[in-house]
Each structure stands twice: as C-alpha cells, then as structure tokens.
C-alpha cells in the first residue's frame, strides 16, 4: 500500500498562489507516476497535472497549463503543485494519487484531499 497525504489548501483571492504538497509513504517503490486531480461541487473529478516518480515527464490539463506547475522531491518523497494566477473556476477539492505503470489512477492510491477556495 502507498500512502498519501495532501497539505496546503486554503482560501486565496483570484490571481493569487497556492503551492499544494503530498507526501508519500509505503511501499512507494511500486509508483511509476503521480498527479494531482480536482472535484469541484457538482461535477465530475478531473485530471489537473501528472508526473513520473522520477521527476520528469510532466502533463497538464489545458486549464491549468502556464499556470500550475507540478514537481517532485524524490529525496523527500514528496510531490507539489504551485499554483499561480488562479481563478474561481480552480475552486474544488484538490487530491494526490499515484499508480504504478499497469494501473490506472481510478485503480490506484489516493490521499484525502486537500479544499481550495478562489474568491472573486
């Protein structure tokens, strides 16, 4: 099992930044990726930006792409999301997950979530 912890959210004013972090525990030697999704209320969960457990490979939604940035510390286990120029449409509750390279996120590990409230 990989254990994942998200810290960070909060409530920011639009055009305003965030950095999101996940720190990761267990058997992480299985993980191949991780990435960061968002539910907002009322909708479906979607995918905000991934990276490969190496550091690299970085991929990104449209709606976020030149505006988040995602990274990795390998060193510390840990994954973060800075976010910048945000916008009320960020609004939603923001989740850490990883996969190994034969599963799917849906099928993978996922921390408890993290709110982030932009105001207008």
Do not use: H
């Amino acid at each position: 099992q990989v254990q994942l912890v998200e810290s960070g959210g909060g409530l920011v004013q639009a055009g305003g930044s965030l950095r999101l972090s996940c720190a990761a525990s267990g058997r992480t030697f299985s993980v191949s990726r991780m990435g960061w999704f968002r539910q907002a209320p009322g909708k479906e969960r979607e995918f905000v930006s991934d990276i490969s457990w190496s550091g690299v490979n970085p991929y990104y939604a449209d709606s976020v792409k030149g505006r988040f940035t995602i990274s990795r510390d390998s060193a510390k286990n840990m994954m973060y999301l800075q976010m910048n120029s945000l916008k009320p449409e960020d609004t939603a509750v923001y989740y850490c997950a990883a996969r190994s390279v034969v599963v799917r996120y849906e099928n993978g590990f996922w921390g408890q979530g993290t709110q982030v409230t932009v105001s207008s």
